[in-house]
């Protein structure tokens, strides 16, 4: 069963900045995609940000010029988020994914910006 484990969440100021990282327990390499999704009170999981394993990155409208998504070892992601807004606030969910459709998830860290 794959585990992926998010860490990094917290309580930041808006303008602010936050890294997430997601450890899995297989490499990147097993996957298809590895990515963030993010879910606010209220509303739909959204996609944040994804990599695939050859390094070809994808952004949200919203997480383009502040978010950075990266490999940071074998299968560690992390997600380098700046200039942060209230609205940003969220729990931000790990996922993988491979070819065949099959997608796991993280439980999830959350995020809040607020003065």
């Known amino acids: 069963q794959v585990q992926l484990v998010e860490s990094g969440g917290g309580l930041v100021q808006p303008g602010g900045s936050l890294r997430l990282s997601c450890a899995a327990s297989?490499?990147?390499?097993?996957?298809?995609?590895m990515g963030w999704y993010r879910q606010a009170p209220g509303k739909e999981r959204e996609l944040v940000a994804t990599?695939?394993?050859?390094?070809?990155t994808n952004y949200a409208i919203s997480a383009k010029g502040r978010f950075t998504i990266s490999v940071n070892t074998k299968n560690t992601v992390s997600l380098e988020m700046n200039s942060l807004k209230p609205e940003d606030t969220a729990v931000y969910y790990c996922y993988a994914d491979r070819r065949n459709g099959m997608m796991y998830w993280g439980k999830g860290t959350l995020v809040t910006v607020s003065s």
């Open positions: 297989e490499t990147i390499f097993s996957f298809y995609h």
């Open positions: 990599i695939t394993s050859d390094g070809t």
